[in-house]
């Protein structure tokens, strides 16, 4: 229910910038998305864990300990749940809109004739291109996007100090939409194809920080505070290489989208561009486990396999501790990031004449 409605709304919101925005403006649409997802993750993740973390609000925030940080999720939750309410109920009684489109066949599109309509949008000869080019742009980046972070908290790095990470580059993720902008605007996508190379090459540098990272920690279970420096700049470099290609498919996706068809046809593009980024984040996710090699130690079970969760209940009846000796993270992000390399070889002439087709081609005649 909850994703229904937040979808509805999201089809609202983009046809609303749609025809709100002129045709040469309408790129802002794709940098104001993206400062407001980056509010939004800042208020929901970063501020949540840091005031809903004991020791972090023991230690900077409070004069005598407590077992319990300053808000829960239940309080939080409640808290922004009035927020949305009484700012989209403020919308919908001091917002008037005036019907934009002269056409009358699509100012009356009721529901399934709009869908009849995104059915012939899909047999669109370039917007087919554009379905196969957004749904497997980022395998390349699919292991460092999804494990990497759960890596670094299985080495011990506490999650409240990685979220806490974020809060320096919220400056940085706030100006990046508004500086690619103005780059974008005209040929968004070869600031994608331009960005996509050193964004690959991350992947690589966060495996070397997760494989270094046992070597940073102290006794007492700490990290130094130029380990953190080194994450920072890590961050802020992927994150300038992410938000450019971002932006850049954003504000396309902008470009070519159906004003007619108010935010329909614009969130089919979104959808399919998430969808390109979430698929291959589960599978990634869902394969590290079974790519690791791991032997138990110790006890009676010494030697056996432990790449199973049926082998590890056996290594752990008879005494032993599993032991990875191979993670399956590292050869994900080796594996990931060739066929990202032979991706950005084998499409970019068909972004690049996807980009420069014709208005009337991504239109239903």
């Given at each position: 229910?909850?994703?229904?409605?937040?979808?509805?709304q999201d089809?609202?919101?983009?046809?609303?910038?749609?025809?709100?925005?002129?045709?040469?403006?309408?790129?802002?649409?794709?940098?104001?998305?993206?400062?407001?997802?980056?509010?939004?993750?800042?208020?929901?993740?970063?501020?949540?864990?840091a005031?809903?973390?004991?020791?972090f609000?023991?230690?900077?925030?409070?004069?005598?300990?407590?077992p319990?940080?300053?808000?829960?999720?239940?309080?939080?939750?409640?808290?922004?749940?009035?927020?949305?309410?009484?700012?989209?109920?403020?919308?919908?009684?001091?917002?008037k809109?005036?019907?934009?489109?002269?056409?009358?066949?699509?100012?009356?599109l009721?529901?399934?004739?709009?869908?009849?309509?995104?059915?012939?949008?899909?047999?669109?000869?370039?917007?087919?291109?554009?379905?196969?080019?957004?749904?497997?742009?980022?395998?390349?980046?699919?292991?460092?996007?999804?494990?990497?972070?759960?890596?670094?908290?299985?080495?011990?790095?506490?999650?409240?100090?990685l979220?806490?990470?974020?809060?320096?580059?919220?400056?940085?993720?706030?100006?990046?939409?508004?500086?690619?902008?103005?780059?974008?605007?005209?040929?968004?996508?070869?600031?994608?194809?331009?960005?996509?190379?050193?964004?690959?090459?991350?992947?690589?540098?966060?495996a070397s920080?997760?494989?270094?990272?046992?070597?940073?920690?102290?006794?007492?279970?700490?990290?130094?505070?130029?380990?953190?420096?080194?994450?920072?700049?890590?961050?802020?470099?992927?994150?300038?290489?992410?938000?450019?290609?971002?932006?850049?498919?954003?504000?396309?996706?902008?470009?070519?989208?159906?004003?007619?068809?108010?935010?329909?046809?614009?969130?089919?593009?979104?959808?399919?561009?998430?969808?390109?980024?979430?698929?291959?984040?589960?599978?990634?996710?869902?394969?590290?486990?079974?790519?690791?090699w791991?032997?138990?130690?110790?006890?009676?079970?010494?030697?056996?396999?432990?790449?199973?969760?049926?082998?590890?209940?056996?290594?752990?009846?008879?005494?032993?501790?599993?032991?990875?000796?191979?993670?399956?993270?590292?050869?994900?992000?080796?594996?990931?990031?060739i066929?990202?390399?032979?991706?950005?070889?084998?499409?970019?002439?068909?972004?690049?004449?996807?980009?420069?087709?014709?208005?009337?081609?991504?239109?239903?005649?």
């Amino acid at each position: 229910m909850l994703n229904f409605l937040a979808a509805t709304q999201d089809i609202a919101v983009d046809g609303w910038a749609l025809t709100m925005l002129s045709q040469k403006n309408v790129g802002y649409a794709s940098t104001c998305n993206s400062v407001g997802q980056t509010a939004g993750y800042f208020l929901g993740n970063v501020l949540f864990l840091a005031l809903e973390s004991a020791p972090f609000c023991n230690k900077y925030l409070r004069w005598e300990p407590q077992p319990t940080g300053l808000v829960t999720l239940e309080d939080f939750l409640y808290f922004w749940g009035c927020v949305f309410f009484v700012t989209t109920t403020l919308v919908a009684v001091f917002k008037k809109e005036a019907r934009t489109s002269t056409d009358p066949h699509f100012d009356n599109l009721g529901i399934f004739s709009a869908y009849r309509q995104l059915l012939k949008v899909l047999k669109l000869k370039y917007l087919q291109i554009f379905i196969v080019i957004a749904m497997t742009a980022k395998i390349g980046f699919a292991a460092t996007d999804s494990v990497t972070g759960l890596k670094l908290i299985e080495a011990g790095v506490p999650k409240e100090q990685l979220a806490l990470l974020a809060v320096p580059l919220v400056p940085l993720q706030i100006l990046l939409p508004w500086l690619f902008q103005s780059t974008s605007r005209t040929t968004p996508l070869n600031v994608f194809l331009k960005a996509m190379p050193f964004r690959l090459l991350m992947g690589l540098a966060f495996a070397s920080i997760v494989w270094i990272t046992p070597m940073f920690q102290t006794e007492a279970g700490t990290y130094p505070y130029y380990y953190y420096i080194i994450l920072i700049v890590n961050y802020a470099i992927h994150q300038i290489t992410l938000y450019s290609m971002y932006v850049a498919i954003m504000a396309f996706n902008a470009k070519i989208s159906d004003p007619k068809m108010g935010g329909t046809y614009m969130t089919l593009l979104n959808t399919v561009t998430n969808l390109g980024g979430n698929w291959p984040s589960t599978v990634a996710l869902w394969f590290v486990d079974g790519l690791s090699w791991k032997s138990c130690q110790g006890g009676e079970g010494e030697g056996l396999d432990c790449d199973w969760k049926e082998d590890a209940e056996v290594c752990a009846e008879k005494g032993g501790v599993c032991h990875t000796d191979i993670d399956g993270y590292y050869i994900e992000v080796v594996f990931c990031t060739i066929i990202g390399f032979l991706w950005l070889r084998w499409k970019r002439n068909s972004v690049k004449d996807m980009q420069m087709a014709d208005k009337s081609e991504w239109k239903c005649q």
